[in-house]
């Protein structure tokens, strides 16, 4: 089945700086990918989401890329700010319905200074 | 607005005991699931359900049971709590079919410690 790394599993940098989490999957059938992100004591929340035919998408204050050739899925953080700082997870899912599990990384836990 | 919410938000049970856990969606979604977030493990897949009526194994099935009586609620059962079931538990319900996305939505998350 699908399996999906995430690095890093930690991140810490400066406000203002950038900041890049990134996901390799192996299914080459994937055809949905999202990023997530979950602040502390909540529940996970939908960030982005891109399909196999769009390659960047582009959000407030980041850029998700996705590279079919090399199966990964990147989340860029243009200049991070305090707010920033949670786990963020990429999930994974194939086109065929009625038997959608989508995978998920382990998870990248930001933190942002001032 | 799309909702999913969980009862009880946190919950002590002993070594055991039975414990449910509920999960209601007022999205209309076709597909619920339950998860477990643990430290180092991300989110592994307990139980998900297509519908009212169907409940299928995740990943990680053993030592639980889920039920899904109404297009709204999926319940997570542990029959006999062990300590090692201690985790943090997220309902998510979704759609499928054309345009839907797939995405999900996540409940609040309920921390279950098992003493």
């Known amino acids: 089945g699908e399996q999906v790394e995430q690095r890093p599993p930690h991140l810490s940098v400066r406000e203002g700086d950038s900041a890049v989490i990134i996901c390799t999957y192996t299914?080459?059938?994937?055809?949905?990918f999202f990023w997530y992100k979950q602040e502390p004591g909540a529940g996970l929340q939908l960030l982005m989401k891109?399909?196999?035919?769009?390659e960047i998408n582009e959000g407030q204050g980041f850029t998700v890329l996705l590279n079919k050739k090399d199966k990964q899925l990147s989340l860029n953080l243009t200049a991070a700010h305090p707010g920033d700082s949670a786990v963020y997870f990429c999930?994974?899912?194939?086109?065929?319905?009625?038997?959608?599990?989508?995978?998920f990384g382990k998870g990248t836990s930001l933190v942002v200074h001032p | 607005e799309a909702a999913v919410t969980q009862s009880p938000r946190n919950k002590v049970a002993v070594t055991g005991g039975k414990v449910t856990l509920s999960c209601n969606q007022t999205?209309?979604?076709?597909?619920m699931y339950w998860y477990r977030q643990d430290t180092g493990h991300g989110l592994r897949l307990i139980h998900y359900?297509?519908?009212?009526?169907?409940?299928e194994k995740g990943d990680i099935p053993d030592g639980y049971k889920a039920s899904r009586p109404s297009q709204e609620n999926f319940s997570l059962i542990l029959e006999l709590a062990t300590p090692s079931q201690t985790s943090v538990y997220f309902c998510?319900?979704?759609?499928?079919?054309?345009?839907?996305?797939?995405?999900?939505?996540f409940g609040p998350g309920t921390r279950l410690t098992v003493l």
């Open positions: 998510a319900s979704g759609d499928e079919g054309w345009g839907a996305f797939y995405e999900q939505y």
């Open positions: 299914d080459p059938n994937s055809y949905y």
């Open positions: 891109v399909f196999s035919s769009t």
């Open positions: 999930a994974v899912s194939p086109t065929s319905g009625g038997n959608y599990k989508p995978t």
């Open positions: 999205n209309n979604h076709n597909n």
């Open positions: 359900s297509y519908g009212a009526g169907s409940t």
